[in-house]
């Protein structure tokens, strides 16, 4: 018998994960070790390295495979770690998948937060993976991203048949299944869409992908578009422009400040102004008064009996009382309280958490407000995060100085989309604004000064309080001090 000659099955070439610099990058090592790297008419001391680690550095403009210093066995491998990282730091890295070390680029990972560095959790043939809820692609200019909130990095996909083997996850499959795709984008891409949490493990023989199996009960409560609009209208998340950046000033003239008026017959109020009573009422008098102050006199910091009115008068809980929700036949007991300030349902999410760096009789650091106790509580964090993030306010109002004292609006998420659906993001951020006016009121009526500020950083905020940024995040801050 004709022997019978068995045709064996290839095995797919492991693909390449490389780090290379940003276009318009370039690195310049210097006689005495010190390596810059200039861009956009900029230039950033990045430290001094071995000539070994310089010399290893030039082929970061093509490429460096990590897998080529990762074992940080030679003193020049350990040296190239820290130069990625500090690279990194001003977002001037990224990196690259590809079929093979010389081969094309599959995808392109953005790093979207300074800390991201790629990582590879172990996967078996019989994981079941599924893509996340909170994952999307979207058209950024030519190309084609995939993201999601909860992740470190942009994947730019480069290679159109990766978009078609990951949409095949949108129903949890096991790894051994993809294999069998003729379009199987790898294990390697598997992991480090894992590490970004565009995907996730199923865990159980029950799971099938709901919305329960992925994540704590607090990732559970939100919607896609509320996560999503959290993350990236704040700092810490992602490495979009944000701010007072004048995008569309060249292109495009600014509204007027007042608007145009309407064609239809005015009638004046002017005139009614003669039917109340000449002195203004004491709400009026506050609201004129109101203003925000950027430059506080630092020889004469608010004293703690003052923060103690002010924190009263504007968040101190008044009462409690309770009530039953009912549902599917059964009810559920709801506690609520009331503050000076309204909110919506009654939810109370907001949290008053204090960073201070003058104010007499309250030593430095970081403490939350016991809204119901009327008590402030210290948290253990190290000074020099409570410094940077009273920088991040002050370069946020223009100044230089660190404000005396910095309050940070944070929410606790689930207290509001627990009850409301699709809204629930909005609500809260309505709910900032009318404390924020509170806070606003009850400054000019202590004659302090106040400064609400848009932006926050949600990671450090998750750093300094250990909580998960879907969980309790902060939404608005404000700077607290006596004007001069």
């Known amino acids: 018998m004709p022997s019978r000659r068995i045709k064996k099955r290839r095995r797919p070439i492991p693909s390449t994960l490389v780090v290379q610099l940003v276009e318009h990058v370039a690195l310049q090592a210097h006689a005495d070790g010190e390596i810059i790297a200039s861009f956009g008419g900029h230039a950033v001391s990045l430290g001094r390295f071995s000539a070994a680690a310089a010399a290893r550095a030039r082929n970061l403009h093509i490429g460096l495979p990590i897998a080529t210093f990762a074992s940080r066995r030679r003193r020049s491998d350990r040296e190239i770690i820290r130069l990625v990282q500090r690279l990194a730091q001003h977002g001037l890295v990224e990196y690259h998948l590809r079929a093979s070390p010389d081969g094309d ?44 909130p909860l992740g470190g990095a942009i994947f730019r996909i480069v290679d159109p048949t990766i978009a078609t083997a990951l949409a095949a996850l949108s129903t949890s499959q096991k790894i051994r299944q993809l294999r069998r795709r003729r379009a199987f984008p790898g294990t390697v891409l598997l992991a480090l869409l894992i590490d970004c949490r565009i995907l996730f493990k199923l865990e159980g023989a029950n799971s099938i992908g709901a919305r329960s199996d992925e994540g704590d009960n607090n990732l559970v409560l939100w919607d896609f578009h509320d996560l999503v609009f959290h993350a990236r209208s704040t700092i810490g998340r992602h490495a979009n422009p944000l701010g007072a950046s004048f995008p569309y000033a060249s292109t495009v003239p600014p509204l007027p400040a007042v608007r145009p008026r309407w064609s239809g017959r005015k009638i004046d109020l002017r005139k009614f102004a003669t039917a109340w009573p000449q002195a203004p009422m004491p709400l009026a008098k506050l609201l004129r008064r109101r203003r925000s102050t950027r430059h506080f006199d630092g020889t004469r910091p608010v004293v703690l009996a003052e923060l103690a009115r002010f924190l009263g008068g504007a968040a101190r809980v008044i009462a409690r009382s309770t009530g039953r929700i009912g549902f599917a036949g059964s009810e559920r007991l709801v506690t609520y309280t009331r503050r000076p300030y309204p909110s919506a349902g009654g939810a109370y999410e ?24 009327h008590a402030l509580v210290r948290i253990g964090v190290a000074i020099n995060e409570v410094e940077a993030q009273l920088r991040e306010a002050g370069y946020a109002m223009g100044v230089s100085a660190l404000p005396p004292i910095l309050i940070t609006l944070a929410a606790r998420f689930g207290r509001m989309s627990w009850k409301y659906s699709s809204a629930a993001y909005a609500l809260v951020l309505k709910d900032t604004g009318v ?47 006596r004007g001069k």
Not at 110 to 132: G, H, K, M, N
Not at 353 to 367: H, N, Q, S, T
Request: with cysteine; aromatic share 12%; proline share 5%.
């Open 435 to 481: 404390l924020t006016q509170t806070l606003y009121l009850m400054a000019a009526e202590l004659g302090l000064g106040g400064c609400a500020i848009g932006q926050t950083n949600i990671d450090r905020f998750a750093r300094m309080t250990g909580l998960e940024f879907y969980a309790e995040g902060p939404v608005g801050q404000f700077a607290l001090g």
């Open 350 to 373: 907001l949290e008053l958490y204090l960073a201070v760096d003058k104010c007499e009789g309250l030593p430095r650091g970081f403490y939350h407000y016991d809204a119901d106790a």
């Open 105 to 148: 680029d599959q995808v392109v990972i953005e790093p979207q937060t300074p800390d991201y560095w790629p990582r590879l959790p172990a996967l078996r043939s019989a994981d079941v993976l599924a893509l996340s809820r909170f994952a999307y692609t979207r058209r950024r200019g030519n190309d084609m991203v995939l993201e999601t």
